[in-house]
């Protein structure tokens, strides 16, 4: 018989293993992190958006956020260019090639979850989050700021998983 402390811990371990699983996954199809993949998407929604807005939409600093466009920039996914009403504001745009790669990525492991979540009633939701933070609080990581992202590893990983992604010249 599994004690509950161990169906605990292997449960925690499942959620963990799921998500480098995905997280790798998507690296090895599209040569995008997961925020990565978040940031396309909104782009893409958005069709013209400030890395500010881009921010705020993802539940990025502003910093990360210039930091990831930089490198997507390099890799031809996206392109700054100014507004035309407002000469001062930079807006980002997907390139053609971010529409490529973006549309022969899969579903960000995320939005799964979501659809399945919102599908539970109410007090299921609320049952999930009440012992989700109790976790949190016997784990001691309270006070670890993060952002809504399902995906392994830091945010803004100063390697560059994109390398293999740019297109021939």
């Known amino acids: 018989m599994v004690e509950p402390i161990d169906q605990v811990l292997m449960s925690l371990r499942q959620l963990i293993r799921a998500t480098e699983l995905h997280s790798k996954q998507l690296l090895k199809k599209t040569g995008l992190t997961t925020p990565q993949l978040l940031i396309l998407r ?3 929604d958005q069709g013209e958006i400030t890395t500010g807005e881009l ?6 600093s502003q910093a990360t956020i210039t ?7 390099k890799h031809r996914l996206v392109s700054r260019q100014r507004g035309v009403i407002d000469r001062r504001r930079i807006y980002v745009h997907l390139t053609d090639h971010g529409k490529e790669v973006l549309a022969n990525s899969p579903m960000p492991l995320q939005e799964h979850f979501t659809e399945r979540f919102n599908q539970l009633r109410d007090w299921e939701q609320n049952q999930v989050i009440a012992s989700l933070q109790r ?7 309270s006070d670890i700021v993060v952002a809504p992202l399902l995906t392994s590893g830091i945010i803004d990983d ?4 994109m390398a293999a992604m740019t297109p021939a010249k």
């Open 42 to 44: 909104v782009i893409r």
């Open 158 to 161: 100063p390697v560059d998983p």
């Open 55 to 60: 921010a705020s939409a993802v539940s990025l």
């Open 135 to 141: 976790v949190v609080q016997m784990m001691d990581a």
């Open 67 to 73: 930091n990831i466009v930089d490198r997507m920039e």
